[in-house]
């Protein structure tokens, strides 16, 4: 059973930064990914930045240039680095675990979620 533990939202004014933490434990599998989501009131969860357990990484189109997806192997934890902020950034974002095991199913885990508030 994979846990995750989110820290680092909070609130800053537009141009700032933040960083957020996602430490995800449990992890048995070697074909696995972890990435940001967020949702705003009303709307569909939305995927942020991914890194994949081969490193590979991907973002969504609205925070490339601004935000960086980055892994601590040895504590198994990631981090969003979200520089550049805008008020359009405001929303609850969720670290997300994929772990696909041998018999090629995947499962979905979620952490708690914390909100991050860019004032204008």
């Known amino acids: 059973q994979v846990h995750i533990v989110q820290s680092g939202g909070g609130v800053v004014r537009a141009g700032g930064s933040l960083r957020l933490s996602c430490a995800a434990t449990?992890?048995?599998?070697?074909?696995?990914?972890i990435g940001w989501y967020r949702q705003t009131p009303g709307n569909e969860r939305e995927a942020v930045a991914i890194?994949?357990?081969?490193?590979?990484?991907d973002y969504a189109d609205f925070v490339k240039g601004r935000f960086t997806i980055s892994r601590d192997n040895a504590e198994n934890t990631v981090f969003l680095q979200m520089n550049s902020l805008k008020p359009e950034d405001t929303a609850v974002y969720y670290c997300?675990?994929?772990?696909?095991?041998?018999?090629?199913?995947?499962?979905?885990?979620w952490g708690q979620g914390m909100q991050v508030t860019v004032s204008s």
């Open positions: 997300n675990v994929k772990e696909t095991n041998s018999w090629f199913v995947t499962y979905d885990y």
């Open positions: 449990g992890i048995i599998s070697r074909i696995y990914s």
């Open positions: 890194i994949e357990s081969g490193g590979n990484t």
